[in-house]
């Protein structure tokens, strides 16, 4: 299984990005996939989780009104719009896939390498 993260960058606050998980070589029809962050020195921060159809979806208290997850067409690219940024959400960003709880709590088996959203102020 291979996650590929993508479309990180430098954005002024206020300003959107969206960030992009490609998913290859899953075979299970149960796993959500969800995004977490880390920042400089903090401890790594759930974000958001996606169900494997697209239909469930849970944000993060942090992030609720201002990021939104989905999944494509395809169902094996998962899109996490952000919008509204602020300098807090200035992170390495990471993509992983398990069942929902796993995801939920961070103990995804698979992982994807981070993606960098730095937004200034």
């Known amino acids: 299984v291979q996650l590929q993260a993508s479309g990180g960058g430098l954005v002024q606050a206020g300003g959107s990005l969206r960030l992009s998980c490609a998913v290859s070589?899953?075979?299970?029809?149960?796993?959500?996939t969800g995004w977490f962050r880390q920042a400089p020195g903090k401890e790594r921060e759930f974000v958001a989780v996606?169900?494997?159809?697209?239909?469930?979806?849970y944000v993060a208290d942090s992030v609720k009104g201002r990021f939104t997850i989905s999944r494509d067409s395809n169902r094996n690219t998962v899109l996490l719009q952000m919008n509204s940024l602020k300098p807090e959400d200035t992170a390495v960003y990471y993509c992983?896939?398990?069942?929902?709880?796993?995801?939920?709590?961070?103990?995804?088996?698979?992982w994807g390498h981070g993606t960098l959203v730095t937004v200034s102020s």
């Open positions: 992983t896939t398990d069942r929902w709880r796993a995801v939920l709590g961070g103990s995804g088996e698979y």
């Open positions: 070589g899953l075979t299970s029809q149960n796993y959500a």
């Open positions: 996606v169900s494997r159809r697209g239909d469930a979806t």
